[in-house]
């Protein structure tokens, strides 16, 4: 017998700058591929049976025409789903035995789940000699998202860790599917800090922001919350006040990201930095999806020396925070802020400076 070649795929994860939650609601997002991601390594199987392995998640085995969702291994179904999506494209996936590896945690809010459905997807497409645009691999992986794992989410980390480019950030107009890169300020570095709390994405909260936001756009009678301004906004009291918070939320994040990008392409930081400082207070008073650990990493963030601006980063409820801070001054923030963080919280927390890098290939 022949051995099959070994073939690899990259995802990295990403961070969100800013665009929380408006990817749903056909809004304007902005994020960053990171330079830690998941890869994909493996081969064609005889006999048709589909195995996965990672050392931290274990190993999966199922019969390969017989794809639905587990309901243990959970992680599993990232992989599972895309085996599935790329089969209703007509791609006929047969069996492989593939191995994950990277850093990057599941739950951390950097997007592991859409890193491994990309090198999923990426190693398959390899494996199986066949190409699809960018844009429609990206879907591929959402829709798995959405039918193996169950969380409605939008296309912010598919688009962000396919389309990421080193020392750029990542703009996508989820309406008109643009995509444009766009150079982040020399002299600016971003620190990524873990809050401990590991974010359930399926737990529920997700998908009810989600139809909070739809119901928000319904009452207010536009196709979706994009098509509003804070201006319009502010003049409907008749809206509840709880769609009002989540309307508002959704609605100056997209004006927030518009003016993030003439902020980036003015290498302006202090500008950029007071918009995620202005996103997380919207995070934590409007749209509720913030932790007290988020807030904490947060705060002493925002008042530590260097410091250009701080927010939770991705859906929110755990995870993680980005900081914004000058150059000179990222050793000694990561730094304060592990240790501040862990005298207040007891939580040790993973504190990164972190590049942006380039997307998965
Ligand atoms: C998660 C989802 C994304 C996006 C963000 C919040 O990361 O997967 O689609 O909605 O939350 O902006």
């Known amino acids: 017998m022949t051995a099959q070649p070994l073939l690899s795929a990259y995802a990295p994860g990403r961070v ?4 929380n939650h408006t990817d749903y609601n056909d809004g ?26 990672s050392k931290t998640m274990g190993c999966v085995e199922v019969g390969g025409s017989e794809i639905r969702p587990l309901v ?97 950030a990542v703009f996508f107009d989820c309406r008109t599917e643009e995509v444009r890169t766009i150079p ?15 974010r359930e994405l399926a737990s529920g909260d997700y998908n009810r922001r989600r139809a909070e936001t739809r119901a928000a756009a319904d009452a207010l009678q536009v196709p979706a919350l994009r098509d509003v301004t804070s201006l319009q906004l502010k003049t409907r009291h008749d809206l509840p006040e709880l769609l009002r918070g989540r309307a508002a939320h959704i609605v100056e994040e997209n004006e927030r990201v518009w003016r993030a990008v003439d902020f980036l392409l003015a290498g302006d930081g202090p500008g950029f930095g007071a918009l995620l400082n202005a996103s997380h207070e919207s995070s934590r ?3 509720e999806n913030s932790t007290p650990e988020l ?7 925002q008042n530590l020396p260097g410091v250009l601006g701080a927010r939770l980063t991705g859906g929110g409820f755990g995870g993680a925070t980005i900081t914004l801070c000058e150059q000179p001054a990222a050793e000694e923030v990561a ?11 007891g939580i040790t927390s ?4 972190s590049a942006i890098a380039a997307g998965a290939r």
């Open 16 to 19: 969100e700058l800013l665009g």
């Open 28 to 53: 304007v997002v902005l994020g960053a591929a990171i330079d830690r991601g998941l890869t994909m390594r493996g081969s064609k199987s005889t006999g048709g049976m589909i195995s996965v392995s």
């Open 72 to 168: 243990d291994d959970r992680w599993a179904n990232y992989v599972l789903g895309v085996v599935s999506e790329l089969r209703s494209l007509s791609i006929p996936i047969a069996g492989f035995s593939a191995e994950i590896t990277g850093e990057l945690p599941a739950g951390s809010g950097l997007s592991s789940s859409a890193a491994l459905e990309l090198a999923t997807a990426l190693f398959l497409l390899k494996l199986h000699q066949r190409e699809l645009p960018p844009l429609a691999i990206a879907k591929a992986c959402q829709r798995a998202e959405h039918r193996f794992a169950g969380v409605q989410s939008g296309l912010l980390d598919q688009v962000t860790s396919l389309f990421g480019r080193a020392d750029h």
């Open 184 to 198: 982040f300020p020399k002299g600016l570095t971003l620190i990524i800090a873990e809050s401990g709390k590991k």
């Open 285 to 287: 008073r409007n749209f």
């Open 295 to 301: 807030d904490l990493l947060v705060s002493i963030a």
């Open 335 to 345: 730094t304060q802020l592990a240790k501040r963080y862990r005298a207040e919280s």
């Open 350 to 353: 993973r504190v990164i400076i």
